[in-house]
Nanobody, 124 residues
Framework: QAQLRESGGGLVQSGGSLRLSCAASGTSGSIIGINTMDWYRQAPGKERELVAGITRDGSTNYLDSVKGRFTISRDNAENTVYLQMNSLKPEDTAVYHC?????????????WGSGQGTLVTVSS
């Protein structure tokens, strides 16, 4: 099995930047690495929305409202996916979760799950 741990959230003023991290690790041993990973967010009273995603080969996709402001990237050596968020707006305020697939071993075993989330608050 594996686990995902997000970090990097916090309070920032409108126009500011934050970088979120999603680190994958094994719960009972090492892992091969991250296959695909998505960042979701959910604001109070709103539905969860997919913010950005990255595949094993590095292909990315973004929610229209964050294009040009957010960048998703991965560090395979660190088993970590990042979400660089620039020009933040109050409407970006939400709990951000990473959700994705982790390769557990050379036999093709995988694990799919989410982290606990990290709160991003953007003040106006």
């Amino acid at each position: 099995q594996a686990q995902l741990r997000e970090s990097g959230g916090g309070l920032v003023q409108s126009g500011g930047s934050l970088r979120l991290s999603c680190a994958a690790s094994g719960t009972s041993g090492s892992i091969i690495g991250i296959n695909t990973m998505d960042w979701y967010r959910q604001a109070p009273g709103k539905e969860r929305e997919l913010v950005a995603g990255i595949t094993r080969d590095g292909s990315t996709n973004y929610l229209d409202s964050v294009k040009g402001r957010f960048t998703i990237s991965r560090d395979n050596a660190e088993n970590t996916v990042y979400l660089q968020m620039n020009s933040l707006k109050p409407e970006d305020t939400a709990v951000y979760h990473c959700n994705g697939e982790v390769a557990l071993d050379e036999h093709g075993s995988t694990w799919w799950g989410s982290g606990q989330g990290t709160l991003v608050t953007v003040s106006s």
